[in-house]
């Protein structure tokens, strides 16, 4: 587990897809009730787990688009009183219904005054959401943007150079194909820039700390 902030975690692991490893990432955000939110989980480890009960009550689960479903469903199990946040669309997971909420761009009133967020448009077979953790100065992103670095394997580096994701920070190519409305979409990405980011954390690629909000946009300019 990296501190990334006060009350802001992240938790690596090894992911592969398609051949490449991709890595994957969770966040974990405390907040002022001392509650935790478990962003995009990693698998449910005992030790990861030991440590997070040291650290507070985990009180929200959130997958962050409807492809981010690996291992939700042991994180749901290993904390039935938490509840679970998913997009329209997702695959379905046996919870009460009173243990569950569908992602609106209204904040739940978990984390209301603390995160806001953003249901992205033009992706329905996505639906992701975006997060910005004010105090940090956070965007929390699942697969919105990438930034993966170099790889020794051949076919990483031209798998990645394919698919405009070698060293890139921005959207993948695959990524732009999910997009079905463009103008909902650009309207979506102007919402975000209206936040006051300056560290981007997405869930494949390393953490952007400084500069986020150019990159981000710069990264974006082909919608105009």
């Not at 009183?81 to 998913?86: Q, T």
């Amino acid at each position: 587990m990296k501190k990334i902030h006060d009350n802001l975690w992240v938790v690596e692991r090894p992911l592969r897809q398609f051949g490449v490893n991709l890595g994957m990432r969770m966040t974990i955000i405390r907040l002022d009730t001392g509650g935790l939110i478990l962003h995009s989980p990693v698998a449910c480890e005992d030790q990861l787990k030991a440590q997070l009960d040291c650290m507070g009550k985990v009180c929200a689960i959130v997958a962050p688009n409807c492809m981010h479903d690996l291992f939700l469903a042991e994180w749901i199990s290993a904390y039935p009183g938490a509840i679970y946040y998913h997009p329209s669309g997702m695959s379905d997971i046996t919870v009460l219904p009173d243990q569950k909420n569908i992602i609106s761009d209204d904040a739940s009133l978990i984390w209301h005054g603390e995160i806001e967020q953003h249901v992205i448009k033009g992706l329905p077979r996505l639906n992701e959401i975006a997060f910005f953790h004010g105090r940090s100065r956070t965007l929390l992103l699942a697969d919105l943007v990438f930034n993966l670095s170099g790889s020794d394997s051949m076919y990483e580096t031209l798998f990645l150079k394919i698919n405009n994701a070698h060293k890139k920070f921005g959207p993948t190519r695959l990524f732009k194909t999910f997009v079905k409305d463009r103008e909902a979409f650009r309207a979506s990405i102007e919402h975000l820039l209206q936040w006051d980011f300056e560290r981007v954390i997405m869930s494949h690629g390393e953490i952007l700390f400084q500069g986020g909000k150019k990159r981000f946009k710069d990264a974006f300019g082909w919608l105009y």
